[in-house]
């Protein structure tokens, strides 16, 4: 057993701040002190993590939170003098899973032997092991052998039947764990996962779509990000539902966006439309936000084929167009079907709100850094005269510049 002395406890949460921005907050002060840390409403709480390291594991133990488990967890506070609430607060009172944490720690250890470069998940009691693979758009996971107790206590590997596993989501949510050997230093990494992977219970989820979305919901804390080495997992499509027809939630909002991008230095990089499409399905699982797909039809500057991709500008164009989406449908109505899709629950109303809000949406000006909205320039039926511009250093050109090449484009 590692000394007491040698265990080092802390404990985030991910809460929603500015414009419903899901961040990890380190919480550690109060979990210990077990005193109510303030959040500004009860829907700001995403998720909370226990990391526990010793001297041969670090172990992650994360809970998911629907907004209505949210609601259930986070107390309203009022102080009051005689008859009169004075102040009145929203607090979570953390509380730190000790016993899970050390016994997370110790099926680490008990996996030491059989951990290579693989993943070790257990899923309903069942042991499998997952390999990850790199694809265009980001990693993936492919199932490649299970796991089976031996008499001496050890494990014995055999191959996978088949390509994946699929279950059931249980009425208490999904509990899935993942072992690791850390790449950067000499520890093993234990990940412990409590939630619904933005799915109602009795759906149909795979292994690998929930490992990797499981995974995802600790991407956006650094102490798992950099032991683990692991980046931010595509997720496959999901599963059909167990029964029923598909409601008006199931496919997607799709609509184009007029885009003009540029390279870091202003260079005219491509121009067109890109479709983007509104997942109704699924939320964006590191975010707790819509999840947006973008799809790239735009026509390219042969200058720069080659050279320059489309991934390069894929995260800022999501957020520019989910800003847009904000702006024009009103944040709170795009937080309300947020939810509703992670509850399976989006309605025809709403789908119609969001093709109204999405069309004739205006042009985005961009390089991989940044975008900029530009509103429709008049008619003014006489053509521009084109002039010839000396190419100079990205640091000495405005933005007017670079937007004016863009334009050029």
């Known amino acids: 057993m590692t000394p007491t002395s040698r265990i080092k406890e802390e404990f985030y949460l991910r809460r929603a701040v ?7 907050v380190d919480a550690t002060r109060y979990a210990r002190d ?25 172990a992650f133990s994360l809970r998911d939170y629907t907004a209505r488990q949210a609601e259930r967890e986070v107390e309203q506070v009022e ?44 899923l309903e009691g069942d042991l499998y092991v997952l390999a990850v693979t790199d694809g265009r758009d980001g990693a993936g996971l492919d199932l490649v052998g299970r796991l089976a107790g ?46 619904y992977l933005a799915r109602r219970p009795g759906e149909l989820e795979t292994l690998t779509r929930a490992t990797a979305l499981a995974l995802n919901s600790a991407h956006e804390l650094a102490a798992f990000r950099l032991l683990s080495g692991l980046g931010r997992f595509e997720t496959p499509p999901a599963p059909g539902h167990v029964a029923g027809e598909p409601g008006p939630s199931s496919g997607g909002v799709a609509f184009p ?33 819509l999840l947006i ?11 720069v084929v080659g050279s320059v991709r489309f991934e390069s500008y894929r995260q800022v164009l999501r957020e520019a ?31 119609a709100g969001l093709r109204a809000a999405t069309a004739g949406l205006p042009v985005l000006e961009g390089t991989p850094e940044r975008v900029e909205v530009r509103p429709p320039q008049p008619e003014t039926g006489r053509p521009e005269t084109a002039r010839p511009e000396a190419v100079r250093p990205a640091s000495s050109r405005t933005d007017a510049e670079i937007a004016g090449a863009l334009r050029k484009l």
């Open 321 to 351: 167009i989910g800003g847009l989406i904000d702006a024009s449908f009103g944040a709170g109505a795009v937080r309300d079907i947020a939810y509703d899709i992670m509850l399976g629950d989006v309605d025809r109303v709403a789908v």
């Open 79 to 122: 102080n009051t003098v005689g008859t009169t609430t004075v102040t009145r607060s929203t607090v979570l009172r953390p509380r730190m899973p000790r016993a899970t944490l050390r016994e997370l720690a110790e099926a680490a250890r008990a996996f030491s032997a059989v951990l290579g470069d693989e993943l070790i998940v257990e």
């Open 34 to 58: 077990r005193t109510p840390y303030p959040l500004s409403a009860k829907r700001a709480l995403k998720a909370t993590c226990a990391v526990r390291t010793d001297d041969e594991v670090v």
């Open 18 to 24: 500015g414009d419903d921005v899901p961040l990890f």
């Open 257 to 289: 966006v007029p885009v003009r991008l540029a390279t870091g230095d202003g260079t005219p990089a491509a121009r067109g439309d890109v479709v983007a499409e509104i997942d109704l399905d699924r939320l964006d699982p590191v975010t707790g936000g």
């Open 150 to 195: 031996t008499v001496g206590g050890g494990h014995a590997r055999t191959a996978a039947a088949d390509t994946d596993a699929e279950f059931k989501i249980p009425t208490s949510g999904v509990r899935l764990r993942v072992f690791l050997r850390s790449p950067v230093r000499r520890r093993l990494v234990a990940y412990a996962f409590s939630g």
């Open 293 to 303: 797909h973008l799809r790239d039809e735009l026509t390219w500057n042969p200058a």
